[in-house]
């Protein structure tokens, strides 16, 4: 082999550890590792990463030579794959794998004891959520950003958003500013869906979210969306929904949060890292549709041009009170 040739397999590898090395800072999941890698694995390095992102994290809970005949390929392939996403062997993956499934199902009761009275909360709060805004950027994969800015950019789709018990507040408030930038944006509620469904086409494009101990009717409106034509942006955490592998786009954040309920504050972050993307790609596109917006309200009594706020009222006189 020439020196050439050395050269680009060292720079390959030190982009490798590189790659490795900033996710594992952040701890982040075998998922997130192998995603991180995908574009420039080895054509049969790539049939094992997408074996195991199809039924993650089960086909890599069996043996080495299970998952390398899921894959087609040899069981020295799947090897190196984990050795390039930095696993010192299959043993250690699959004890990574066994304790993001612990992880991923933990309920707020058992998070109780993480969290010490003899802290001051407010600064506990700044460090958490500070470090899980930085996290949640350092690790985000941006190929799938940006093919979800494209997705929600473009004027021929038309775009949905729905979510969880508790995450649906992010998918209304993802619509809500959209709908501000763009037509045809609708918010999904759980009954909205089965609805939705009866109506789908290609150009639909379906923002999920869908966060720890993730919710089963959610996920499967998400595949059934996907079966039937509609392309799907995940919002979802390390651990990863199981809807990730019916996804277009998988956008993960942190759920660490100074108390133990998980936090979305992380989540709300991406969002609005979504809008500024969308903003940046459509241009001038929206400044019409802004001011028809801003005088629909108008006309309605909701405010007024120099920026005060009308309560709304259901006074004859539309003065609140």
Not at 80 to 93: S, V
Not at 153 to 165: E, L, V
Not at 260 to 271: E, G, H, K, N, R
Request: charged fraction near 20%.
């Amino acid at each position: 082999m020439d020196d050439l040739g050395i050269t680009e397999r060292v720079a390959r590898y030190i982009s490798d550890l590189v790659e490795t090395l900033r996710y594992v800072c952040y701890m982040q999941t075998v998922s997130q590792l192998i995603r991180v890698h995908l574009p420039a694995l080895p054509r049969a390095e790539m049939l094992v990463a997408r074996a195991l992102l199809a039924n993650y994290p089960a086909a890599a809970l069996d043996t080495v030579a299970s998952l390398a005949t899921d894959a087609g390929v040899s069981a020295p392939t799947v090897l190196r794959l984990m050795e390039r996403i930095g696993f010192d062997g299959y043993a250690a993956l699959q004890g990574a794998l066994r304790h993001e499934l612990y992880e991923r199902t933990l309920a707020p009761i058992e998070q109780l004891s993480d969290y010490g009275a003899d802290e001051d909360p407010l600064m506990r709060s700044q460090a958490i959520f500070s470090r899980g805004i930085v996290e949640t950027f350092e690790t985000m994969n941006p190929v799938d950003f940006h093919l979800a800015v494209a997705m929600l950019s473009s004027a021929k789709n038309r775009i949905y958003a729905t979510g969880g018990r508790f995450s649906s507040i992010l998918a209304k408030n993802l619509i809500l500013a959209l709908e501000v930038l763009r037509p045809h944006t609708n918010y999904l509620t759980v009954e909205d869906r089965t609805t939705m469904l009866a109506d789908i086409a290609l150009n639909d494009v379906i923002v999920i979210v869908d966060l720890r101990r993730y919710q089963s009717n959610t996920i499967e409106f998400g595949r059934e969306a996907k079966a039937r034509g509609a392309k799907i942006v995940l919002l979802t955490d390390r651990w990863m929904s199981p809807l990730a592998a019916q996804s277009d786009a998988v956008l993960t954040c942190s759920i660490d949060a100074p108390h133990p309920l998980d936090s979305m504050v992380p989540a709300m972050a991406v969002t609005e890292a979504l809008l500024a993307g969308v903003v940046d790609s459509l241009g001038d596109t929206p400044v019409e549709r802004m001011r028809r917006y801003d005088a629909a309200w108008d006309s309605l009594g909701f405010s007024n041009r120099f920026g005060s706020r009308f309560e709304a009222t259901d006074d004859a006189s539309g003065v609140a009170p």
